[in-house]
């Protein structure tokens, strides 16, 4: 199952799962059956590559960020938070530097 699972052989795997579980121990039956209840999840997962797996990462920061901040007065200042934990905040002090010194730069080159 984990081959067809990794290699994405969606016909293999549907096969596994529609086997026979009689001479199978208990706990391997009852995750098969399991997974028969599911199956057309299943089969969406090794179909498709696409996953959920970095927005739940996402959401767990924000929950942790939320618990241990005690709370904050305004969302605004939350929402700040969020942005430089996620490292998708640039200050407006680091862009104003950064641009000023493109800035003198390209009038120089203007004016030479």
Do not use: P, W
Not at 3 to 19: P, Q, V
Not at 43 to 55: A, K, P
Not at 72 to 101: A, D, M, T
Request: a positive charge.
């Amino acid at each position: 199952m984990r081959y067809a699972i990794r290699y994405r052989n969606e016909l293999e795997f549907k096969e596994l799962i529609e086997k026979s579980t009689i001479d199978l121990s208990d706990g391997v039956s009852k995750a098969i059956n399991t997974m028969r209840k599911h199956k057309g999840y299943m089969l969406n997962s090794v179909r498709y590559s696409i996953s959920n797996g970095s927005l739940e990462g996402i959401n767990n920061k924000i929950k942790v960020l939320k618990r241990v901040s005690y709370g904050y007065n305004s969302f605004y200042n939350f929402r700040l938070r969020i942005l430089v934990v996620s490292r998708l905040f640039v200050s407006e002090y680091k862009n104003n530097i950064s641009f000023k010194g493109v800035l003198k730069n390209a009038k120089q080159h203007c004016i030479a």
